[in-house]
């Protein structure tokens, strides 16, 4: 069936520094939306994402539908943005239901 | 973020018991989602509705599951009897349309004992 990849599991990061994470799809999708997990265990919407680039303060996000990836990027890292990050993606053709990757645990260091 | 309401935060049964969980969409949201969250962040899509119609839904939740979203009343997901797989997080998420931002609520943790 259709699925997500989504790399790395987890990721380790200084105060100040940025990364990027990554979702590969074995099929086209329509859309993609990044999560976050807080503290509380609700998921917190990043972005969503029906084609290009998308950038709200620290985080950036881009897709492309034809080459099957999303990135969502962090610059300059903080202590509140440790948490699991969750992207999820809207098949083509479908209801609306999301496919989620298994998520990237973000540490972020002093 | 979310103004998506579930309740109860938390659900304890015995297998072979319903299980009912139930979720208030934000105002102005007709496009409803359930999906289940294992102890592995595995996300299983269970159904959706817009309005009261069911738009699409997996095998098990046809089989084993009983869900409806009543105009003017909260959405429900009952399991009809729990089992021991079915401890999970139960998230409901809304949306304006089918194909748009989903919103997610904070979940109903179920444990099947």
Redesign the interface.
């Known amino acids: 069936g259709d699925q997500v990849e989504q790399s790395p599991s987890a990721l380790s990061l200084h105060e100040g520094t940025g990364s990027a994470l990554r979702c590969n799809f074995t099929t086209t999708m329509r859309a993609v939306q990044w999560f976050r997990k807080n503290s509380r265990g609700s998921l917190i919407n990043l972005f969503y994402l029906a084609s290009g680039t998308k950038e709200n303060g620290r985080l950036k996000s881009a897709f492309d539908s034809k080459e099957r990836y999303s990135t969502l990027h962090i610059r300059d890292a903080q202590l509140e943005d440790s948490g699991t990050y969750f992207c999820a993606a809207e098949a083509t053709g479908n209801t609306g239901k999301l496919i989620f990757g298994l998520g990237t645990t973000l540490q972020v260091q002093p | ?2 103004k998506v309401i579930q309740t109860p935060r938390y659900l304890v049964k015995g297998q072979g018991q319903k299980a009912k969980m139930r979720c208030i969409p934000e105002k102005g949201h007709p ?1 409803v ?1 359930w ?1 289940q969250q294992n102890k ?4 299983k ?1 269970l159904i ?1 509705f817009q309005n009261q119609e069911v ?2 839904q997996i095998d098990m939740t046809e089989k084993r599951f009983s869900a409806e979203c009543p105009s003017n009343s909260p959405c429900s997901l009952e399991i009809q009897s729990s089992e021991a797989g079915d401890s999970a ?1 139960y ?1 409901c ?1 809304s ?1 304006p ?11 109903t943790r179920l444990l099947v004992l």
């Open positions: 973020n979310s496009v989602f999906y592995n962040n595995e996300f899509f959706n738009l699409q997080l998230l998420a949306s349309g089918g194909q748009d931002t989903q919103y997610f609520g904070p979940g």
